[in-house]
């Protein structure tokens, strides 16, 4: 039966290594290198497409406001006056106040399950947490915020003698983080799980403490990989519109304080779009989603030279 067992074994293994060993036919191989380099040309068309359309169909306002669209700070649509300064402010404000208040809780969340508690009942649970909250709907957080969160925040804000709106950036980051979380969270475990074992055992070796070892070998080396996940979820962050048009208290005015309310590009478009009706103001409300698209891609490229060159370092 052994004997048996063993020439099936080899058998299969023997197959296994025959269409492995097999010769690749060039014809293949083109077909698939084309089909590589159609889809990178289509990505390609495709932001271009993007960019144009958004572009052709800001020119109205470009022509007609200028520079002062990006330093006014009056938004008026029945005098078709706009200025979206309060908007951009609002837009980064929220977005980097719940991307500071999220990197404690994805760092900390990722070692425990990327270096602590990488398998087991408890980090099946955990795992599966965090995909519940990335699937959850926006709609749905901007909804428990409102009637859980918002109150809350009314209470914190009259014991600090603030005005107690209840909504407002410091409420709209506070989802935006909780939103955020779990996406530098999944990036930053799966990278300090690809952290080598042997780096891990030769600093043990040397009488590193677990902290030690947490600081001076898993963070440096799969720092790129962890920064990825910020600028992932800082991408999130910018681009989101429900929970943010629920909790930000709509106002036109820039924001002097994480308490008072404001208003974001996103939240602007979503609220306006349906009832813009003449020329100047549609065209207005499309412009400002080609700031948000600008904001994003410079974003995106300002991480993607940091992460090259903490690679270059390393």
Known sequence: MGKQFSNKNQSTIGKTRGRLSAPVSPLNDK??????????????????????????????????????????????????????????????????LALLISIPFSFAIALFLGEYFNSGFLATILNSA????????????????????????????????????????????????LMIIPYTASLAREVIGLVPHEL??????????????????????????????VLLSFGRALGETMAVTMLIGNS??????????????????????????????????????LVLFLITVCFGVLGRFIINKMSLEE
């Open 130 to 177: 965090m995909e519940l909250l990335a699937g959850i709907p926006s709609i749905i957080y901007g909804m428990w915020g409102f009637f859980v969160l918002a109150p809350l925040i009314r209470s914190l804000e009259t014991a600090l003698g603030v005005v107690p709106y209840g909504v407002g950036v410091f409420t709209a980051s506070l989802v935006l983080a």
């Open 252 to 289: 036109y005015f820039i924001p002097k304080g994480i308490f008072d309310t404001g208003n974001t590009i996103a939240s602007v478009i979503a609220n306006e779009f349906t009832e813009a009706t003449g020329e100047i103001y549609l065209s207005s409300l499309i412009q400002m989603g």
């Open 200 to 229: 891990k055992e030769a600093a043990y070796s040397l009488g590193a403490t677990r902290y030690e070892t947490v600081k001076k070998v898993i963070l440096p080396y799969s720092s790129s990989g962890v920064l990825a996940g």
């Open 31 to 96: 077909i698939f290198k084309g089909l590589l380099i159609l889809a990178i040309i289509l990505v390609c068309f495709l932001l271009a497409g993007m960019l144009f359309s958004l572009f052709t169909s800001s020119v109205p306002s470009i022509r007609e406001f200028g520079i002062h669209f990006f330093t006014g700070s009056t938004w008026d649509p029945v005098s078709g006056e706009f200025g979206v300064l309060p908007f951009i402010v609002g837009t980064l404000l929220t977005s980097l």
